[in-house]
């Protein structure tokens, strides 16, 4: 059966060169905060991993995160992951359609039961408005409740699936939850994002094929590796914002320059993701790279937290209250320093003239 091939049997069988794969091992040994000498134990872990099998369920979503999945460059060793493991359901994906599709949802999960590793995207309307997000007759909280039994652990893509993301967002017609809302007795991993970088979610299956297990999470239920640092602690342009220049619209002069987009709304002081590293398109660019200030999306209720063209302050961004001061405070050290500076600037020049 496929389902009992190695992962290097498949790795293998498209082609896959072994320097190819160790430099998979030694990127994700790097990105999951494991020493170089952990690498050849990486490699072996995953070439003679069995193929998990994998049930995709995806819920009141807008197929973005799986775009995000699909849509690299050209094929990578990256990709041939999740070729590696046994994915037997995703209705977007697969060949079979209608009640085909449905017997072999059915199929895997029964075959597999207790085993297989869950992938949710998409929120969950709850209450009496269950039904407003079905499929074929079943509603999603139903069907998110009779295969989390069965899963060995959980994976969230995106933040719809993790905190219930715009389906949340106010006045939250549906009533729409994350999944860690609902099931309470199952490993929940938590990869979110709107959508998530392609290689954290590589990243995360690489881990749990290399030890069997979920790794290191924080708070929010989101791996350490990936989503354990903010967005401008890793941003080139934090130096900008030491010195208080900032971009005040995004086609002025400092906009043009690079300077830190904090007045014009980023959020990058208060969001934990791996953007700045990572970077997306491989590896090309990113948000605030391409002008544009972060939105905080893999953080909880990022839709509510006002606008996302306002700078961060303590009055409207309610949890981040502490943070939200701190980082007014330094902005305006900045800019304090900024005019000191340039006030130096101008005396040192009139007295040059005089």
């Given at each position: 059966?496929?389902?009992?091939?190695?992962?290097?049997?498949?790795?293998?069988?498209?082609?896959?060169?072994?320097?190819?794969?160790?430099?998979?091992?030694?990127?994700?040994?790097?990105?999951?905060?494991?020493?170089?000498?952990?690498?050849?134990?990486?490699?072996?872990?995953?070439?003679?991993?069995?193929?998990?099998?994998?049930?995709?369920?995806?819920?009141?979503?807008?197929?973005?995160?799986?775009?995000?999945?699909?849509?690299?460059?050209?094929?990578?060793?990256?990709?041939?992951?999740?070729?590696?493991?046994?994915?037997?359901?995703?209705?977007?994906?697969?060949?079979?359609?209608?009640?085909?599709?449905?017997?072999?949802?059915?199929?895997?999960?029964?075959?597999?039961?207790?085993?297989?590793?869950?992938?949710?995207?998409?929120s969950i309307p709850t209450g009496e408005f269950?039904?407003?997000?079905?499929?074929?007759?079943?509603?999603?909280?139903?069907?998110?409740?009779?295969?989390?039994?069965?899963?060995?652990?959980?994976?969230?893509?995106?933040?719809?699936?993790?905190?219930?993301?715009?389906?949340?967002?106010?006045?939250?017609?549906?009533?729409?939850?994350?999944?860690?809302?609902?099931?309470?007795?199952?490993?929940?991993?938590?990869?979110?994002?709107?959508?998530?970088?392609?290689?954290?979610?590589?990243?995360?299956?690489?881990?749990?094929?290399?030890?069997?297990?979920?790794?290191?999470?924080?708070?929010?239920?989101?791996?350490?590796?990936?989503?354990?640092?903010?967005?401008?602690?890793?941003?080139?342009?934090?130096?900008?914002?030491?010195?208080?220049?900032?971009?005040?619209?995004?086609?002025?002069?400092?906009?043009?320059?690079?300077?830190?987009?904090?007045?014009?709304?980023?959020?990058?002081?208060?969001?934990?993701?791996?953007?700045?590293?990572?970077?997306?398109?491989?590896?090309?660019?990113?948000?605030?790279?391409?002008?544009?200030?972060?939105?905080?999306?893999?953080?909880?209720?990022?839709?509510?937290?006002?606008?996302?063209?306002?700078?961060l302050s303590a009055a409207y961004y309610g949890?981040?209250?502490?943070?939200?001061?701190?980082?007014?405070?330094?902005?305006?050290?900045?800019?304090?320093?900024?005019?000191?500076?340039?006030?130096?600037?101008?005396?040192?020049?009139?007295?040059?003239?005089?």
């Amino acid at each position: 059966m496929a389902a009992s091939k190695t992962v290097g049997d498949v790795l293998r069988a498209n082609g896959v060169s072994r320097r190819g794969f160790m430099k998979f091992c030694a990127a994700t040994a790097s990105m999951m905060a494991l020493p170089p000498t952990m690498v050849s134990a990486v490699a072996s872990a995953i070439e003679s991993a069995r193929r998990p099998s994998v049930i995709w369920l995806p819920f009141q979503e807008c197929t973005g995160c799986l775009e995000s999945l699909t849509r690299s460059h050209t094929p990578t060793v990256e990709g041939l992951i999740f070729d590696a493991i046994s994915l037997d359901f995703n209705h977007t994906l697969m060949a079979a359609s209608g009640q085909r599709a449905e017997d072999a949802l059915d199929a895997a999960t029964q075959e597999n039961w207790g085993n297989y590793l869950m992938l949710v995207d998409g929120s969950i309307p709850t209450g009496e408005f269950a039904d407003y997000s079905c499929t074929n007759g079943h509603s999603h909280l139903d069907m998110l409740k009779k295969y989390a039994a069965g899963a060995a652990a959980i994976v969230t893509i995106g933040t719809c699936a993790a905190y219930g993301g715009i389906g949340r967002a106010n006045p939250n017609p549906t009533q729409a939850v994350g999944v860690q809302d609902i099931i309470k007795d199952k490993p929940i991993i938590n990869v979110p994002g709107c959508p998530p970088i392609p290689t954290v979610i590589t990243g995360v299956l690489a881990h749990y094929l290399t030890f069997g297990t979920i790794p290191e999470l924080d708070r929010h239920g989101r791996p350490m590796a990936f989503f354990g640092q903010n967005i401008h602690d890793r941003c080139y342009r934090r130096p900008f914002y030491e010195r208080g220049l900032f971009a005040k619209t995004f086609d002025d002069e400092g906009a043009r320059k690079g300077h830190c987009l904090y007045q014009l709304g980023c959020k990058g002081p208060v969001t934990y993701n791996a953007c700045a590293t990572l970077k997306w398109n491989n590896g090309v660019s990113w948000p605030v790279q391409s002008g544009h200030g972060c939105i905080g999306c893999s953080e909880p209720n990022f839709w509510d937290k006002g606008s996302f063209y306002r700078p961060l302050s303590a009055a409207y961004y309610g949890d981040a209250r502490t943070v939200g001061i701190s980082v007014a405070a330094g902005a305006a050290a900045g800019l304090a320093a900024a005019g000191l500076a340039r006030g130096k600037q101008k005396k040192a020049q009139q007295e040059e003239k005089a």
